[in-house]
């Protein structure tokens, strides 16, 4: 077999093992002032995941120091910034139904 077969042979049967497994690549570039975060993900996983970020509070405070503002104070508050990595999870079903008895409660 020449050499050429052989490698032709190797890439096929590395192609279809790479076809089987989920590459997943992510980028999340959270940018504000004073604060760089990025986060890239190049994986591969069998469970899709999914990227959340969550910036509940993001506050940016000038305080003027004369009348002109020429001179001021800049303060940044930033709480609690999260990055998660987490598996997919599938819908809950739908909700449980209420008794009989609960309903006509409500009913009354």
Known sequence: MSKKGA???????????????NKQVDVVELTLPGLNIKMSRNILLDTPHE?????????????????????????????SITLVHAPRHPLAGPAACQSE????????
Request: charged share 35%; proline share 2%; aromatic share 10%.
């Open 7 to 21: 490698f032709v042979k190797i890439k096929n049967f590395v192609g279809k093992l790479m076809k089987k497994r």
């Open 51 to 79: 990227i959340t970020v969550v910036v509940p509070r993001a506050e940016i405070r000038k305080i003027c120091q004369n009348e002109d503002c020429s001179k001021y104070q800049c303060e940044l508050i930033y709480s």
């Open 101 to 108: 008895d609960m309903r006509k409660s409500y009913q009354q």
